[in-house]
């Protein structure tokens, strides 16, 4: 599909003009791309929103403490990629705290989010990371 849009977006800007015929034709085909492509699908505006995705503690850390000798931004992209593991098409966001050590008052801490805004800024990096597939970006191509 994405080869007959480009095709049709390369014709269109070769041959195309201002002309009746002309808006009426790409009108009809632009609608029959629009109606083919599967990334064109409109959902309900209530089903049309990107869930932020956030890591869960494990045991009071955020890191491994085999890691803690690396700083907050060498050692983000681990956290992000568990946190990412199931890809949503066409895009992602994670919203990701970090800090040190193992905090045992983190018990009753439904996520790391809700858990790193109790503690004191300064001991809390964020990082909100977002991706988009190249799917999306180009045409499956």
Known sequence: MDKAAAMWQLWSTCLGSDRRWWQLVSQAVGAALFACWPRTVVV???E???KVKVP???GGRMREAAWDWASH???V???ISETLAWRQWPFDVALVPLFFGERK???GAVDAVQFARTLPSEDVAW???CSITHAYSDGLS
Do not use: T
């Open 77 to 79: 992209f681990s956290v």
């Open 48 to 50: 049309a929103r990107v």
């Open 73 to 75: 931004d060498q050692y």
């Open 105 to 107: 008052e983190s018990a």
């Open 127 to 129: 990082y909100i990371y």
């Open 56 to 58: 869960q503690l494990k």
């Open 44 to 46: 309900p505006p209530s």
